[in-house]
């Protein structure tokens, strides 16, 4: 089954490439990975919502939002070099604009993970890193990149 297939079966359609918001590229290929840019969970060109986690957004609101942040970033990926060259998603990096005392990261980032083993099953299971940060850019409540391997 290709991945597109799997999309399909699952019901879920990837977003446009987010525009960048500064000076970068939503992904870059060098050899065999492709690295992409952090990704908020913009939906159709607006962020889904702002604030820190723990306050104004919830952690299930925020592990939604990373579900949609990793889809940017998988359609960042789609844009670049085609959906069916992606081998195996390599490592996750999530940033979560964190409240005072808010340490559920890791839960938080899970949206972004449980997608991509949805999505690839055993090519989806990465390394990973969750990160709790003061602010992201535009009030994001989160901020997702990806690093993955292409054929």
Do not use: C
């Amino acid at each position: 089954m290709s991945w597109g297939d799997r999309l399909a079966e699952l019901g879920i359609e990837l977003p446009g490439v987010a525009a960048p918001v500064a000076a970068y590229v939503p992904a870059v290929r060098s050899g065999s990975m492709v690295y992409t840019a952090g990704q908020v969970p913009f939906v159709n060109g607006k962020l889904e919502g702002t604030g820190k986690v723990g306050a104004e957004v919830s952690p299930e609101e925020a592990k939604r939002y990373a579900r949609t942040a990793a889809l940017n970033a998988i359609a960042a990926v789609d844009a670049l070099v085609g959906l069916e060259s992606i081998v195996r998603i390599v490592k996750v990096v999530g940033y979560v604009a964190s409240a005072e005392g808010f340490t559920g990261q890791p839960a938080v980032i899970n949206g972004a993970s449980e997608l991509f083993g949805e999505i690839f099953g055993d090519a989806g299971a990465h390394a990973r890193s969750a990160v709790g940060v003061a602010e992201l850019p535009l009030g994001a409540p989160v901020e997702v990149e990806l690093i993955v391997e292409v054929s």
